[in-house]
């Protein structure tokens, strides 16, 4: 069976999406302050990180997990349901710009803005 990871494009497809999704993310006036203090440099490794293991290309992922990740900006800054929406926008226009089948980009949603994700994300 293919996995998203391999249907996407693998390691350098994830790469260059990931760049251009938080290119896309910083000049997001919904979501950018939320990244104002934060390492990209590192931030985005591990994303290609987490999305290379979510989207069946890894076995392991060893960052947080999404509660513990998340857990300061729901309490301290108010991460709420509208910024989870609007990091999940992001991210589809980014596949959409990359050429990515819409079948494959349904496949990435379902696993990233899963209900039981979100409710991980969003501290519920």
């Known amino acids: 069976m293919t996995t998203i990871y ?3 494009g693998g390691k350098e497809a994830v790469n ?6 938080y290119d896309k ?3 997001d006036d919904r979501i950018k302050d ?8 590192k931030q985005k490794a ?14 392991s992922f060893d960052g947080n997990d999404m509660r513990k990740a998340h857990q300061e900006l ?6 709420t349901d509208l910024h989870f929406d609007a990091i999940a926008e992001n991210l589809v226009v980014t596949l959409q710009e ?7 980009i349904e496949e990435v949603v379902e696993v990233v803005g899963s209900m039981q994700h979100r409710n991980d994300v969003l501290n519920r």
């Open 6 to 8: 391999e249907k996407l």
């Open 16 to 21: 260059v999406a990931v760049e251009i999704f």
């Open 25 to 27: 993310v910083l000049n």
């Open 34 to 41: 939320f990244f104002m203090n934060t390492d990209m440099v």
């Open 46 to 59: 591990h994303q290609k990180a987490f999305m290379t293991y979510a989207f069946g290309g890894s076995d």
């Open 74 to 79: 729901v309490a301290n800054h108010g991460l």
């Open 98 to 104: 990359l050429k990515v089948a819409p079948e494959i």
